[in-house]
């Protein structure tokens, strides 16, 4: 099954069961069922919970806030990622405190999906991976599913056990992707498969190592579309020089499931962090520096981050390959520790 | 395959509007096209014969060509027949891939050793120690030896705990020390009555050793500069004398060592180095009995061994060797005798002492047991 059938069998299924669940974004109206069709089929099957909105960002958070503010459970579709920008107010301001500052009266289980992640050419402003932008908001969760992940299974945890706002960061190059699935041996392709659960029940860590008893050599923790060229990275590296990588694959972005890694990086003392937003003040710093205060004395080197170069995404697809993480870089980032 | 929407990667060739080999105009329809919207018709960007590519039904990646179009229909025919290979072929190499996923290092080793990696049964990716496993493995069916080097080694033993720490200190030893050896002979006749009449009169244990570790420390007091250690320009001279004993055990680092060895009568002596190797053997060693020694002598005269060449300690002088007591014969006044003797040896650092300096050490040595011997007898 690919990504985006599990979104959009999920969302179906959601609806059936529970009639407070709305779905609403830009274009998503059958018969064209959304800019990447995550919600078609909806509006034909539903009619009159699926609303097509204007192009007002802003309007839109807002309206959905106040629906959950009211009992319903909105799944608010953002056409781009990058247009969370316009939302950051109603969700900075609005939906991650109200619960709060009206003394715990509602809860707003509002969930926001958008698509973020570039390498397909389309610019600097329809690229971006600004989800790191939100982590120091307090009061809302981030859950970003990767194809290793049951994409369909974390929406629903979004909408209705998380109670609190979600940002649901899907991604472009996987909405196509096929979902990996577990052969006999407990596999997927060359890599032994474990589910981390210490952190979150609903929002699973995923472990892949290449020798499922021997210690690896360094671990890689990477979330949402990158996670593939991360897998290419570590694959090829176990193949040319038989260097050992566990990649931790997350679920959950905020807040970060830090007891999924502990244990890895204790066994392994040398930590890559992979994400396709800009190094800068993203993820990998709030990991590294979690990481670095509960088991420093475990560590053999400093711990490193991959990530987007300081810059606007250009438009040429073979700049914005280089200008984003890119599998040499993320190859040389683990030589680099060893 | 046109890319009609932006968000499109792949779009489906639903049929064929042309027939094979037909000629065409720049702007006939020739197919028709599925994308995520809708279904689209497409034009010749060219005119001439075509020869198609794409199959109907079949997905093709965008910007992948899905005919050919030219005037040469035979050339045209070829070209797809070369596509059609390279298809193939790129198809069947990764599946020989995916049949067996072996790192390079494993590759090489195998190439190196002349193994078929396929005869591995190794799930997952072959890694070199699988390859070396596997090896081992045909190895081991012959003989029970690993090579390494060209020569063949049985087996292996780890060096640890004393006999590590004993290897760290004979190697400082050679590197820091330049050894040198003086030996003389010790006529012991008289000794050796003297100690087996004490034992009977006086009733109290008394060794061989324990005589010569107390004659050994009056001997030391003469030859300050023996009892001491050289650093960069400065000889050390040690406050104490006290004596070491190497014996010959599994653990090589326990040395019983006599403390102020010269204020103890050859019995005492005798009862301290029973005291220390009781604690050994009990397992309750203590660490004082066992370091701070200040001079070596090692004991070799249980053994067959007639001479042997100690190595001095680091931050020591010299060391005391005495080896098997040994018999000959000897002429006295006339009388055909056999006399028990010793070659007595001392290594010693040739940094700062000579072998005049070494010599003179044996020759007080004997003369100091001598003594001994007369005071051991004239005790009640």
């Given at each position: 099954m690919r990504y985006v059938e599990s979104l959009n069998d999920a969302l179906h299924t959601l609806m059936q069961e529970d009639e407070t669940v709305l779905v609403l974004g830009q274009?998503?109206?059958?018969?064209?069922?959304?800019a990447f069709k995550v919600t078609k089929g909806l509006s034909t099957n539903f009619p009159g919970r699926v609303m097509a909105t204007p192009i007002s960002e802003a309007g839109i958070t807002g309206f959905a806030t106040g629906l959950a503010m009211n009992g319903f459970k909105p799944v608010l579709e953002i056409m781009f990622g990058d247009f969370i920008s316009l939302c950051a107010d109603q969700i900075i301001n609005g939906a991650s405190k109200y619960h709060w500052m009206y003394g715990e009266q509602f809860k707003v289980p509002l969930v926001i999906r958008t698509p973020m992640g570039g390498y397909a050419g389309f610019g600097p402003t329809h690229s971006q991976s600004l989800e790191s932008l939100f982590l120091g908001v307090p009061g809302i969760n981030i859950v970003a599913p990767s194809s290793y992940h049951n994409p369909g299974e974390l929406l629903r945890a979004a909408i209705l056990e998380m109670g609190l706002p979600t940002l649901f960061i899907e991604n472009k190059v996987l909405y196509p992707e096929q979902l990996k699935t577990v052969d006999r041996t407990g596999r997927i392709g060359n890599f032994f498969f474990e589910r981390i659960n210490k952190s979150n029940k609903s929002c699973s860590t995923v472990s892949l190592k290449v020798e499922k008893e021997e210690k690896a050599d360094i671990t890689l923790i990477s979330y949402g579309g990158v996670t593939l060229l991360a897998v290419e990275a570590a694959l090829n590296l176990i193949i040319e020089e038989e260097i050992k990588v566990e990649i931790l694959i997350p679920s959950i972005i905020k807040p970060i499931p830090i007891r999924d890694f502990l244990e890895s990086v204790k066994e392994s003392g040398r930590v890559v962090i992979v994400e396709e937003g800009v190094r800068t003040g993203g993820y990998g710093a709030e990991v590294a520096s979690e990481i670095s205060e509960r088991v420093f004395d475990y560590l053999e080197k400093p711990i490193f981050r991959v990530g987007a170069k300081d810059f606007p995404i250009p438009s040429s697809k073979e700049l914005e390959r280089s200008f984003l993480p890119n599998q040499s870089d993320i190859e040389s980032a683990i030589k680099g520790l060893l | 395959m046109p890319q009609l929407n932006a968000n499109d990667s792949v779009a489906t060739?639903?049929?064929?509007l042309v027939e094979e080999g037909a000629n065409v105009t720049k702007g006939d329809v020739i197919c028709s096209i599925e994308t995520s919207k809708a279904i689209v018709d497409l034009e010749s960007d060219f005119s001439g014969k075509i020869v198609q590519l794409a199959a109907p039904k079949e997905e093709i990646l965008v910007s992948k060509p899905i005919a050919l179009i030219g005037n040469n229909f035979e050339q045209l025919k070829k070209e797809k027949e070369k596509l059609v290979q390279l298809n193939h072929q790129k198809s069947d190499e990764k599946t020989i891939e995916a049949k067996f996923n072996a790192t390079k290092k494993a590759r090489n080793l195998a190439e190196k050793l002349g193994i078929d990696l396929s005869h591995l049964n190794v799930e997952g990716i072959i890694k070199e120690k699988d390859v070396l496993e596997f090896s081992g493995k045909e190895q081991l069916e012959n003989q029970d030896r690993i090579e390494k080097n060209d020569v063949e080694i049985e087996s292996y033993v780890d060096l640890t705990g004393g006999r590590k720490t004993g290897k760290v200190l004979m190697l400082e030893s050679i590197r820091t020390i330049p050894q040198s050896y003086v030996e003389r002979i010790v006529l012991l006749d008289e000794l050796v009555k003297t100690i087996t009449n004490y034992e009977a009169k006086k009733g109290k244990l008394i060794t061989f050793l324990s005589v010569v570790i107390s004659v050994l420390a009056k001997t030391l007091e003469q030859n300050k500069r023996f009892n001491a250690y050289r650093e960069n320009d400065q000889i050390l001279i040690y406050k104490n004398i006290n004596i070491g004993v190497v014996v010959n055990q599994d653990n090589f680092v326990s040395i019983p060592t006599i403390k102020n060895a010269c204020s103890l009568h050859p019995t005492e002596i005798t009862e301290e180095l029973m005291r220390i190797r009781m604690s050994i053997m009990r397992k309750k060693p203590i660490l004082e009995d066992l370091s701070g020694a200040s001079f070596m002598v090692s004991a070799m005269d249980h053994t067959e061994i007639t001479r042997f060449i100690p190595i001095v300690h680091p931050r020591q002088a010299a060391t005391l060797a005495i080896p098997k007591i040994q018999f000959k014969s000897e002429d006295r006044e006339g009388v055909l005798s056999k006399v028990s003797y010793l070659n007595l040896g001392l290594s010693f650092d040739h940094s700062f002492l000579d072998a005049i300096q070494a010599s003179k050490v044996l020759n007080d040595f004997v003369e100091n047991l001598c003594h001994q011997k007369d005071r051991l007898d004239s005790e009640e």
């Open positions: 274009d998503i109206v059958d018969p064209y069922g959304g | 060739l639903v049929k064929w």
